[in-house]
């Protein structure tokens, strides 16, 4: 047989399937391992020397459902149930005037 259209039917077994963490189809089903993520590795694989990827996968291209919180927080100086204090002479005079 040659390398023409014939042998494209024996193209059909696929190496790779989805992978549990990230979601990519590079979790090969031989090496039980993910050629993405590294999974079952604790660690997620990244490499300095491809720095794209690393971008790609960094924090902050993802939803950030914690740290979204955090930074918000962060803003208000961790404040939670109380009234904002104000910043100008004005406001404090206000502010001690109803209290």
Do not use: E
């Amino acid at each position: 047989m040659g390398d023409g259209t014939p042998a494209f039917g024996r193209r059909l077994s696929k190496a790779h399937g989805p992978c549990v963490r990230c979601g990519k189809r590079s979790y090969h089903m031989q090496k039980k391992r993910c050629a993405a993520c590294g999974y079952p590795g604790k660690r997620i694989r990244h490499y300095n020397w491809a720095l794209k990827g690393q971008r790609r996968r960094n924090t902050g291209t993802g939803r950030m459902r914690y740290l979204k919180k955090v930074q918000k927080g962060f803003k208000n100086r961790f404040r939670s149930g109380t009234v904002k204090p104000p910043r100008s002479a004005k406001g404090k005079a206000r502010a001690a005037a109803r209290s």
